[in-house]
């Protein structure tokens, strides 16, 4: 990418998110009135973060919206804690779940019951349970975040003048996300890819893959020329049963082909 839009842009226009289209439009303020079918609903700001109020499973709390989170939803660990939510939800793994100034987040992952922004309540949606002890996840700071794969289920608008997110489902509201179906975290390692973290039993973690090993292909193409986003997201939404071929080196430097399908893990 060139570049990113930031805190000022926002502050100056109403921003439109429409996600199907894959479209931004910028409105003057002065003259801006929404008429959709839409609600509208009051942020406090927390830094450059827009803050609602939203409930979890029916636990009201403050919830930063953020189109640059990973995700439908993390929740902060304080949170979690005081909710006894990891007690409530008995999740089957963790693993590294995203990357911030501090380095690696990890988190339980589980499919959660509900979330409600004012009328709407979506249920079924990947939540990410912080198990960070220190930074910004494991604050009181706010409840959690709400992520793009939430706000991809409407068409989104900010309007930063008047304090408000403005949320208008789409034709994707309700739609199942998804968390990443090979079970693996890798690192960027010049041209390599690097396996930072294994899920235990997941699909590459059964065909024998390793921390520290170099992913130097996948699906024949070198990694190279591959953009680790994009790939992250293929796994992420590619359908359960795709094949996946690696081809990895160990530490020794031996080469290897690894295959394995994609499949749901929460």
Request: net charge neutral; hydrophobic share 35%.
């Amino acid at each position: 990418m060139d570049g990113f839009f930031g805190t000022e842009v926002f502050e100056k226009y109403v921003v439109r998110h429409d996600y199907q289209k894959r479209e931004l439009t910028f409105y003057n303020p002065q003259s801006y009135v929404y008429s959709g079918s839409g609600e509208s609903i009051l942020f406090e700001r927390q830094g450059n973060i827009p803050l609602i109020n939203a409930s979890f499973d029916g636990i009201d709390g403050h919830f930063g919206v953020d189109t640059g989170a990973r995700s439908a939803l993390i929740l902060y660990g304080r949170f979690v804690a005081d909710h006894h939510i990891v007690e409530k939800y008995q999740p089957k793994f963790q693993g590294v779940s995203g990357w911030g100034l501090g380095g690696p987040v990890r988190s339980f992952m589980v499919r959660s019951r509900s979330l409600k922004i004012g009328q709407f309540e979506l249920h079924g949606l990947i939540a990410r349970l912080s198990l960070n002890k220190c930074g910004a996840t494991s604050t009181n700071s706010k409840s959690g975040l709400i992520g793009p794969d939430v706000l991809k289920q409407f068409t989104f608008i900010c309007d930063y003048a008047r304090h408000r997110l403005i949320f208008e489902k789409n034709s994707d509201f309700g739609r199942s996300n998804s968390y990443d179906r090979a079970g693996i975290w890798l690192a960027q390692k010049g041209d390599a890819l690097e396996v930072f973290d294994v899920i235990p039993g997941g699909p590459a973690d059964q065909k024998g893959l390793k921390v520290g090993e170099l992913v130097l292909a996948v699906d024949g193409k070198d990694t190279g020329q591959i953009i680790l986003t994009e790939l992250r997201e293929h796994w992420k939404t590619g359908d359960p049963g795709t094949m996946v071929k690696l081809q990895v080196q160990d530490a020794a430097g031996i080469k290897r082909e690894v295959t394995f399908a994609l499949r749901d893990l929460v």
